[in-house]
């Protein structure tokens, strides 16, 4: 059976830019590919996603309709955020001092009993390490 895991927006962008450890981001798409692994979202990463792609100035309009075309045809496991996950969220973000969307990651991994991934440094230093694995400590 594939194991859960919840993958944060830093992560997902690496696959449309190359950037460090954009090879390891690969690699977790491969085994996502290949059904090694589920990945879960909140329903919002699709646009943190495409809103980090259209600040980059890498990606006209066509081709950011493509990206977001792609990232919906993947087949992620999206959820809503609300009711039990919403309070985690929340407590989380109050917590450690983060966005209410970076907390809504950690709730989702909360949730599912499975690691947040995230290429974020910030969000990284600021949890324990149960909650979350920096992609750039992944083994190729």
């Excluded at 329903?43 to 792609?53: D, K, P, Q, R």
């Excluded at 450690?96 to 990651?105: E, L, T």
Aim: no cysteine; net charge negative; aromatic share 8%.
């Amino acid at each position: 059976m594939a194991k859960n895991i919840v993958l944060d927006a830093s992560v997902i962008v690496k696959w449309f830019i190359d950037e460090n450890d954009s090879d390891k981001a690969e690699i977790i798409k491969e085994q996502f590919i290949n059904e090694k692994i589920n990945i879960i979202i909140p329903s919002l990463l699709y646009y943190e996603v495409l809103n980090t792609l259209k600040y980059s100035k890498l990606f006209n309009i066509d081709e950011l309709n493509l990206v977001g075309e792609s990232i919906e045809n993947y087949g992620f496991k999206a959820v809503v955020i609300k009711d039990e996950i919403r309070e985690k969220m929340v407590e989380i973000a109050i917590k450690h001092d983060i966005s209410i969307y970076d907390a809504s990651y950690i709730a989702l991994a909360e949730k599912f009993n499975t690691q947040l991934i995230t290429a974020d440094e910030k969000i990284s230093k600021k949890l324990p390490k149960n909650l979350k694995l920096l992609i750039s400590n992944l083994k190729n």
